[in-house]
């Protein structure tokens, strides 16, 4: 879940949780004895903060942000969790986990799809028909993956971080004190979620996808990979403008099947869970205000 400017965000991973801040991010997780092992650093700068004020630019760049910030908490609690020295995690093996997960990301959500819409092609006459049976089969196949992953164990617990995470960000923006009682009150759906992304971007790619011919065959594949980065620029742009007006009815309204989808991601967490989230958010917040 990516951060606005008055409030945070962040993501579950396992065994914990991480909260990114404005200029920090702190990842919390308990290890196999029961302790809750914090560590925060600051937010990797990758372009200058004017490209990030730029619509639709800034899009692509918190993206690949969140993704740089995403495999290293993912790293970092996987060590801990484990019980393992998180120093001996190299920097070339989370670039390679990076390079794997989007490999297989574009190839399960993009390529399949389009192989998949083939019989289509040529059905009344024009391309419409199977761009978007192509982005149907799409959407089909993302959630299939998310509904499928969620029936793992360790998969169910981090669905747990995910609610956790939404929850204390929840009492976070609503000036609440953070302890469980509080936070107990907030939904686990939360509008500015990952997964609201990830469906967003899902049917901006109907949209996109439905304008591009199928012939020739190196326009139809390239545009699938090439036009990502502006259908992920959209999608951002859609996610930030309705997490920031849910006071307006329209707003709120355009949220309701990105927070219904979040049945599927979220659960309800445990007290240790809510915990571990409160002091990842704490550190990032305290991080923070060292620098005020």
């Known amino acids: 879940m990516s951060e606005t400017r008055s409030s945070y965000g962040g993501q579950a991973v396992l065994e914990g949780v ?144 995910h609610g956790a995470e939404h929850m204390t960000v929840h009492a976070q923006e609503n000036n609440e004190p953070l302890c469980i009682q509080n936070i107990r009150k907030y939904p686990t759906a939360h509008p500015r979620c990952g997964t609201a992304f990830l469906l967003t971007v899902m049917v901006v790619a109907i949209v996109i996808f439905t304008l591009i011919p199928r012939d020739p065959m190196w326009l139809l594949y390239g545009s699938r990979i090439v036009l990502i980065p502006v259908i992920a620029s959209i999608s951002y742009e859609f996610i930030r403008l309705t997490g920031r007006y849910q006071r307006i009815p329209i707003f709120r309204a355009l949220s309701i099947p990105n927070l219904m989808l979040q049945s599927l991601t979220t659960k309800q967490p445990d007290d240790g869970q809510v915990e571990i989230a409160v002091a990842a958010m704490e550190a990032t917040i305290k991080a923070d205000k060292e620098l005020d």
Do not use: C, W
Request: glycine share 6%.
């Open 18 to 161: 991480m909260i990114r801040g404005k200029e920090h991010f702190s990842v919390s997780v308990r290890n196999p004895s029961g302790q809750i092992i914090t560590r925060t650093k600051p937010v990797p700068n990758l372009l200058s903060s004017k490209l990030k004020q730029i619509p639709l630019v800034r899009g692509v760049i918190t993206l690949a942000e969140t993704l740089v910030l995403g495999m290293d908490a993912l790293n970092y609690s996987s060590s801990i969790a484990s019980g393992a020295d998180p120093e001996d995690a190299s920097r070339l093996s989370i670039i390679l986990m990076l390079v794997i997960s989007l490999t297989v990301a574009i190839t399960l959500f993009f390529i399949l799809p389009l192989l998949a819409s083939k019989p289509f092609e040529g059905m009344f006459g024009n391309d419409i028909t199977s761009n978007i049976s192509e982005g149907i089969i799409r959407l089909i196949i993302f959630l299939l993956y998310i509904s499928l992953i969620g029936l793992m164990q360790d998969i169910k617990r981090v669905y747990m971080y």
